[in-house]
C-alpha cells in the first residue's frame, strides 16, 4: 500500500462519506459478528411496515419502467430460470434445478462479486413473473428461500454480494414490480408463495433503510431511495420509518444529474439506467412536491442521453459501460440529438452529426471526484459511426475484478484519446479506486471554425504533473470524412501516439491506400500529420466480459517549429470528400496549440 496514492484518493472524500464510512463498515461488522441479533433487530423493523399491496396503481405504474430494463437485461432466458439455468452478464451457469442453485459460487469474478450481485439482484424474476403463470411465482419464492438459507450473515463477503444494500435494493423493486406486473395479467398467485415474495421484500426495505449508502452516495445511494419509494408506494401511506426519502430522493437526483441532464459518473450506460429510476419515482407519485422536479429531470436526462447515442441507436461505451444492460437509448425516448452540434458542456460530451455519420466525443471530467469509481483514462477520446456502422470504438468493459485486465480496459492506450506511452493520466488501484488525476476541457475558441463543417476540440490535465498538455481537434464532413488532429505541448517525456480502436467486423484493406472494408463501406486512412506505425491486433468488450477482435490504429506525432508535436489522421468514405491543404491544416494546428 502506498501512503501517497491513499492520501491522493481518499482526500476528495467529503466529510460526511468518512463519516458514514465509519458508520458503514462498523455496522457491517457488527452485522457478521452477531447475526443472530443484527437479523433479529431487522426483522423486527421490519415487522413494523405495513405488507406491501403489488395491486396498488402506482406500484403497477412504476413496474413497467422495472419491466422494460429487466426485459433488456433477461428476456431472451426466461424458460431456462425454472430449470436452474441462470445468463448472468454474458455468461450462463446451469445449477440442474432451483434448488440446486448456488449463491456462494465464484462465477468467473475473482475478487468482483458482480455476477453474484446480478444474481441476487432477481431482475429475471420481473420478466417471468409479468407472464401470469402461477408457478412461476412459486419458482421464485423457492429461490428466495435457497437464498436466505445459503447466506448466513456470519459468512465472509456477504455484505458485498447477496446482502449488500443495493443488492438488497434491487431484489426489493425486482420483486414487488414482478408481483405487480403478476396481478396485472389478472391471473391469481398462489398465496402462501406471494407472502413469501412480499414478506422478503418487507424485510429487505428494513435491511435497506437500516444500511442506506451515505459512504458511497451517488447510483448506490440513488438506487437505495428508489427501492424504498416503490415500497412505500405499495403501501396505504410512506411509512414512518421511510420518511427519510421525501428528502433524500430530491437530494440524490440533484448530486447525481447534472445540469446539462448529463449523469455526473460520466457513464451512458448508469446515465439510462438512472433515467430509468426517475421515471420510477414519477410513476410512484409519492409526494407532489417531487412531480415537477422529476418532469424537469426526465425531460434533461432524455435530451442528454441523444448526446451520447451513435446512429444505431445504442450508447457509446465511455468510462464503465457496455451494451445490453440498460434498453436503447431509443426504446427510452432519446432518438435525436439537438442540431448536428450538440454539446452537455458539464458532462463533457460533444456530438457531431448527419447523414448517419457520428462522433461522440469526451472533453470533461472522469467523474465526481470523491467518488469516481467507475472512471477510465478516456481523455479527448472519440467514438465514431461511418453509414451507420461503428467505425471508432472505446474498449468497453472487460470485467469489474482488480487485475491486468481491469488495468488494461481503464488504461489511455487502451482507449483513443492522444497518449504518452508507459505513463497514464490517472491513477488507478485495485477495482475502483482513484488517486492522482486530471480533467478535460473543452475548447471552443472561434478561431478553430472554418476548416470542417462540424467541430469539436478538448484538451486535458492528465499528465500535467509532468509538464505535458494534450489537445484534439474534431472535424465532421457528414457523408465524407473524419479529421482528427493532436497536438502534444510542453517537454517530450515519453513516446507519444493517438491510437484508435476499430472493430474487427471491418476488415483491413491489403491493396491500395490503408483502410478498412465493411460491406459496402470502405474508409480509408490519410496521415497528414505524423508517422503511422503497423496496424496492430487489439480486443475490445463492448458486452461485459465478451472478448472480440479489433484493429489498433497508431500514428505518432511529427515535431513542429514552435515545438509541439503533431499528428493529424483523415478517415475518407466518398470518393469526393474533401482533405484541407498541409498549409490549412498547420495554420489551424497553430491555432489549437494557441487555443
Not at 471530467?365 to 459511426?385: K, Q, R, T
Request: overall charge positive; proline content about 8%.
Amino acid at each position: 500500500m502506498s501512503i501517497g496514492r491513499l492520501w491522493r484518493t481518499v482526500r476528495h472524500l467529503t466529510p460526511e462519506q468518512w463519516r458514514y464510512r465509519l458508520i458503514c463498515r462498523g455496522q457491517r461488522i457488527t452485522m457478521r459478528l452477531a447475526p443472530g441479533r443484527a437479523r433479529a433487530r431487522i426483522r423486527s423493523a421490519a415487522d413494523t411496515l405495513p405488507l406491501p399491496d403489488p395491486s396498488r396503481p402506482a406500484v403497477k405504474a412504476a413496474a413497467q419502467h422495472v419491466l422494460q430494463l429487466q426485459r433488456a437485461s433477461h428476456g431472451d432466458h426466461l424458460d431456462d430460470i425454472a430449470r436452474g439455468r441462470f445468463t448472468l452478464l454474458n455468461r450462463t451457469y446451469d445449477f440442474g434445478a432451483l434448488d440446486k442453485v448456488s449463491w456462494r459460487g465464484e462465477f468467473h469474478e475473482g475478487n468482483n462479486p458482480l455476477r453474484r450481485m446480478t444474481l441476487g439482484y432477481m431482475g429475471y424474476a420481473v420478466p417471468l413473473l409479468a407472464r401470469g403463470r402461477a408457478e412461476d411465482v412459486t419458482a421464485i419464492a423457492a429461490l428466495v428461500a435457497t437464498l436466505e438459507a445459503q447466506n448466513a450473515w456470519s459468512a465472509p463477503g456477504v455484505f458485498r454480494d447477496v446482502w449488500n444494500p443495493y443488492t438488497a435494493s434491487h431484489r426489493l423493486i425486482n420483486l414487488i414490480a414482478g408481483l405487480a406486473l403478476f396481478r396485472a395479467s389478472g391471473a391469481t398467485p398462489p398465496a402462501e408463495a406471494e407472502r413469501a415474495l412480499l414478506d422478503h421484500a418487507r424485510f429487505c426495505a428494513a435491511f435497506v433503510r437500516a444500511n442506506l449508502e451515505r459512504d458511497l452516495q451517488y447510483n448506490h445511494l440513488l438506487k437505495d431511495y428508489v427501492a424504498l419509494a416503490l415500497y412505500a408506494a405499495a403501501c396505504p401511506g410512506v411509512p414512518p420509518a421511510l420518511a427519510v426519502i421525501e428528502q433524500g430522493v430530491p437530494a440524490m437526483i440533484a448530486q447525481n444529474i447534472l445540469p446539462d441532464g448529463g449523469h455526473v459518473e460520466r457513464s451512458p450506460m448508469y446515465h439510462a439506467l438512472g433515467l430509468l429510476d426517475v421515471r420510477l419515482l414519477r410513476a410512484t407519485a409519492l409526494y407532489p412536491a417531487w412531480q415537477p422536479m422529476l418532469d424537469e429531470t426526465d425531460d434533461r436526462m432524455t435530451r442528454a442521453l441523444a448526446v451520447m447515442t451513435h446512429p444505431d441507436g445504442d450508447i457509446a461505451l465511455f468510462n464503465d459501460a457496455w451494451l445490453g444492460e440498460a434498453p436503447r437509448p431509443a426504446e427510452l425516448g432519446a432518438e435525436r440529438a439537438d442540431g448536428p452540434t450538440a454539446r452537455l458542456p458539464e458532462t463533457g460530451y460533444v456530438r457531431l452529426g448527419a447523414a448517419r455519420d457520428a462522433v461522440v466525443f469526451d472533453c470533461g471530467p472522469i467523474g465526481p471526484d470523491d467518488n469516481p469509481a467507475h472512471a477510465h483514462a478516456d481523455f479527448l477520446s472519440i467514438e465514431a459511426s461511418v453509414r451507420g456502422r461503428r467505425l471508432i470504438v472505446d474498449p468497453g468493459v472487460p470485467t469489474y475484478t482488480a487485475g491486468a485486465l481491469r488495468d488494461i480496459a481503464r488504461s489511455a492506450i487502451s482507449h483513443n484519446g492522444p497518449q504518452l506511452d508507459g505513463i497514464e493520466p490517472i491513477e488507478f488501484w485495485k477495482s475502483f479506486r482513484v488517486g492522482r488525476r486530471g480533467v478535460g476541457v473543452a475548447i471552443t475558441d472561434a478561431r478553430l471554425n472554418g476548416l470542417a463543417p462540424l467541430w469539436c476540440a478538448g484538451r486535458h490535465t492528465g499528465y500535467a504533473e509532468i509538464g505535458v498538455e494534450v489537445r484534439r481537434y474534431v472535424g465532421l464532413w457528414p457523408g465524407f470524412a473524419l479529421l482528427i488532429a493532436d497536438v502534444w505541448r510542453g517537454p517530450v517525456r515519453a513516446p507519444e501516439a493517438s491510437r484508435f480502436l476499430v472493430p474487427g467486423t471491418w476488415r483491413q484493406t491489403r491493396t491500395g491506400a490503408p483502410g478498412f472494408t465493411l460491406d459496402d463501406t470502405t474508409v480509408t486512412l490519410d496521415y497528414l500529420s505524423g508517422t503511422p506505425a503497423p496496424v496492430d491486433a487489439s480486443r475490445t468488450w463492448l458486452r461485459f466480459g465478451v472478448e472480440q477482435p479489433a484493429h489498433q490504429v497508431t500514428v505518432r506525432p511529427a515535431p513542429a517549429p514552435d515545438g509541439t508535436r503533431r499528428s493529424a489522421l483523415l478517415f475518407r468514405w466518398a470518393d469526393a470528400a474533401p482533405s484541407p491543404s498541409l498549409a490549412a491544416l498547420r495554420e489551424h494546428l497553430d491555432r489549437l496549440a494557441a487555443a
